[in-house]
C-alpha cells in the first residue's frame, strides 16, 4: 500500500520536553513538524505562504489563552487537537469543540499515539499503523554488528557476562571494540545505532552495499536537543506524560546510555562502561566475589547463557532476586546521568523485539526524588536551590500527588511551597536536614510539581482561568 504525503504538523506546547518527545515520534512516522513553545510564536508562525495541515495546541500557555490560538488557527483553516493537563472533564472538552473549533480534546497524560493518530485523522492522512512488523532477525544482527561502541547491560544482552572483557572496568569501550557475544546463534536484541554517525555529527552514514533479501528498515534516531538546555529528568517526564514507548539515548563524550520505556515507566537500561555490567555489579553489591564471578562467567560462556540465567542455574541468585538487583542496577544507571550538564539526547520510538528479557517498571517520579537525594551535593544543591527563591505549585504536573511516594516532611515541605514562602522559609518549617530539604525541593521542582513564577505578573505570567 502506497503511503499518503508527509503531513507538515505544528506542536504548540510550553514544556520543551514533551514537545520534543511529540516531534520526534511524528518525526518516526513520517511527518513534518515544528514545535513552537508560546502562543505568540503559534501565530507567528501562521505567516502567509506557510503551510500546517494540523496543529497540536496546548490550552494552558505562558503568554496567551490557547483559545486565541485555537481561534487563529480555524481562521486560516488549520484543523486542531487541544491538549490539557489543568483543564479537564466534558466541560472544557465541549467548550474546545463545540465553541473554539478543536476537532478533538486530550487531557494529560495522554497516550501520545492517539493524539498523533487524531492529528492524522484531522489533517486527512491515514494514520500510521500501531503496530509494525516484526523486525527482521537478520536486519537487526546487521545493526548490532554495525555498531561497536555499545556494551547493554548483561540481561539485555545474549552474551556471557565478562567474556572476552579487555580493559579497565571504568572504561568506555572504544568504537574499534568487538561487542561480546556476536558468534553466538541466539538472536541479538536490535539497537538503534547504526546511524549514530549521522545521528551525532549530522553527516550522512557511508552507503552500504545492498543486502540480499528485502529488510525492514530499523528506524533512526532523531537527534533532539543539547542537554545543557534540559535535564535528564525532564526527559524521563516526557516520557510518562506521554505514556509514550521507544528508547531514550543519552551521550556525553564517550559514554552512551539508552533507556527503554513502555507507557512511560522505564522497563530497562543500557550503557557502554564495564563497569555497569550486571556481573560487576552484583560484586559491588556484594551478591559474590571476583573469583566467583570468573566461575560465572565460565559457566555463562560455556552453556550460552546470560549472567543472570547462570547465576540462578548456579543457585546464587533466585528469579526475584535477579529482577530486585536488575531494579537497582537501571536506577544507578540513571542516577549517574542527573548531574550530566553536557551532552546530547535522542528519541527513538523503536522497541526491542526480544520477548525474554527480564522487563522491569519503573516509576520515574520516585526515581527523580531518591537520585537527587543521592547524587546532588550540598554545594549543588545551595546553588541550585537559593534561598531566596520561592516556588509555586506547578498548574500541571506530569504526576499526581498521589503517585509519589513523599514522607512526612517531604509532604509538608510540598503543602509549605505555595508562592509566599522563600526557601529560607520552608527550611525552617520542616525538621529535617537542609540537604534533604533542598534535595527535596530540587527533585520536586525537576518532577514539574514546583516552579518558580517570575515576582511581577506581565502577559506571558501563566494563566489561570479559562481556555
Known sequence: MVRPPMARLLIVED?????????????????????????????????????????????????IRGSEVLGALRAHGIPAIAVSGVYKGDRFAQEAVQIHGARGFFEKPFELIQVLEALEKAGGFEPVPRAPPPVDEAAAQDVLLDD????????????????????????????????????????????????RGKVWSGEEAAPTPAPAKARRALPEWSLAGDLKDTSVARLLNAYYESRHHGELKLRQGSVLKVVYFESGRIVYAASNLAHERFGRFCVRRGVLDEAKLAEVATVAKEQGLRTGEAMIRMG??????????????????????????????????????????????????????????????????????????????????????????????????????????????LLALVDVSERQALATLRGLELLGVLEERPETPSRRHRISFGL
Do not use: C
Not at 149 to 174: C, F, K, N, R, Y
Not at 328 to 333: G, I, P, S
Not at 369 to 381: D, F, I, P, S
Open 316 to 425: 546464587l541468585l533466585d528469579a526475584g532476586r535477579r529482577k530486585a538487583l536488575l531494579e537497582e542496577q537501571v536506577r544507578e544507571l540513571l542516577w549517574s546521568t542527573f548531574t550530566w550538564t553536557e551532552g546530547a539526547y535522542g528519541f527513538s520510538a523503536m522497541r526491542p523485539q526480544r520477548a525474554d528479557l527480564v522487563k522491569l517498571s519503573v516509576f520515574p517520579g520516585d526515581l527523580i526524588l531518591e537520585g537527587v537525594e543521592k547524587t546532588e551535593t550540598l554545594v549543588a544543591l545551595r546553588q541550585r536551590m537559593s534561598v531566596g527563591r520561592r516556588l509555586f505549585p506547578t498548574a500541571d504536573p506530569p504526576y499526581g500527588l498521589h503517585e509519589l511516594k513523599l514522607q512526612g516532611p517531604q509532604a509538608l515541605l510540598l503543602a509549605y511551597a505555595d508562592g509566599s514562602k522563600t526557601v529560607e522559609d
Open 148 to 195: 561497536a561502541d555499545l556494551i547493554v547491560l548483561e540481561e539485555l544482552m545474549p552474551a556471557p557476562e565478562d567474556a572476552g572483557e579487555t580493559g579497565s572496568p571504568m572504561q568506555a569501550i572504544p568504537d574499534s571494540a568487538p561487542l561480546p557475544g556476536l558468534e553466538s546463534e541466539e538472536p541479538a536484541l536490535p539497537l538503534p545505532f547504526a546511524h
Open 15 to 63: 514544556n520543551h520536553e514533551l514537545a520534543s518527545l511529540i516531534v520526534s515520534s511524528a518525526q518516526g512516522r513520517g511527518h513534518d513538524a515544528r514545535a513552537v513553545h508560546t502562543g505568540e510564536a503559534a501565530l507567528e508562525a501562521l505567516s502567509p505562504g506557510t503551510r500546517w495541515d494540523a496543529a497540536l495546541v496546548d490550552l494552558l500557555l505562558p503568554d
